[in-house]
């Protein structure tokens, strides 16, 4: 089994055990997502590109709390959709490789209709 689908197992467990199956829809689930993007969006609200990248230590406790509430939200919504969320990134990554081709995109951050 692999560490996603353990994880995954562990959150569907955790939400049986409250009887918050049935408030864990697709619909709110992508809504509590975006509402722990907005959290973790928050902790680099007003820094500088220098300060983002040099969090003191109860920041960047607080942005691995934060990430991780984005993440077990989206694994979640992955195991209510049935989506296979490591094939969805590889699908995508692939997709990625071919719109952003290296000699045209290196060291550019324009979109790919841009190129």
């Known amino acids: ?7 995954q197992q562990q ?4 939400a049986a055990e409250r009887n918050w199956d049935q408030f864990h829809t697709p619909k709110n689930l992508a809504m509590a ?3 722990e993007v907005g959290e973790l969006t928050e902790i680099f609200q ?3 590109p220098e300060q983002s990248e040099q969090l003191p230590h109860n920041k960047k406790t607080h942005l691995e709390e934060e990430m991780a509430d984005v993440f077990m939200y989206l694994l979640r919504l992955a195991d209510r959709c ?3 969320i490591i094939k969805a990134c590889e699908t995508k990554l692939e997709k990625n490789r071919n719109k952003y081709p290296v000699e045209k995109c290196y060291g550019s951050a324009k ?5």
Do not use: P, R
Not at 1 to 7: G, L, V
Not at 11 to 14: D, E, K, N, R, S
Not at 111 to 115: A, I, R, T
């Open 1 to 7: 089994m692999s560490d996603i689908k353990h994880i």
């Open 11 to 14: 959150l569907a467990q955790f």
């Open 33 to 35: 997502l975006s509402g």
């Open 46 to 48: 007003w820094l500088t």
């Open 82 to 84: 049935d989506v296979d």
């Open 111 to 115: 979109k790919y209709n841009e190129l």
